[in-house]
């Protein structure tokens, strides 16, 4: 065999290994994301497990997605308040990648008339601007 032969022996081998390679890599990946509201300087940080399907919200356990697309991705955690007696509420989310916005709202298990302004503000949806970050 010649130099060249072996060349584009070893060029074909290295290309099948990294085709077969690369996609194992990323799917495996979990991407980090920076979302915070148009004119605030405070962000909420949200990380997604493509490879399980799998999306947490600052603090909290990461948790399975209720709906995965390749353009949405909706799931909710359980908010855990000791002060709160009614109703066990949710923070129900969705997470838009072709615009890079997080909307997110909180659902209570059972209906509850809110009794206050400020009640009635918690139940609104918050839109955020997401930025991957590494």
């Not at 290994?17 to 909420?44: N, R, W, Y």
Request: hydrophobic share 40%.
């Amino acid at each position: 065999m010649t130099f060249g032969c072996l060349r584009g022996v070893n060029l074909r081998l290295l290309s099948v290994i990294f085709t077969a390679l690369v996609p194992m890599c990323c799917l495996a990946a979990t991407s980090h994301f920076s979302c915070g509201e148009p004119q605030k300087k405070e962000s909420d940080n949200v990380s997604i497990d493509w490879s399980d399907q799998k999306v947490s919200f600052q603090n909290y356990e990461s948790v399975k997605a209720s709906f995965w697309s390749n353009n949405i991705i909706q799931w909710t955690h359980p908010i855990i308040s000791k002060g709160y007696q009614r109703a066990q509420r949710n923070l129900s989310f969705q997470m838009n990648l072709t615009d890079m916005t997080l909307m997110y709202s909180i659902l209570d298990s059972e209906q509850v008339l809110p009794e206050s302004n400020e009640d009635w503000a918690l139940f609104l949806p918050v839109y955020m601007q997401c930025k991957e970050f590494y």
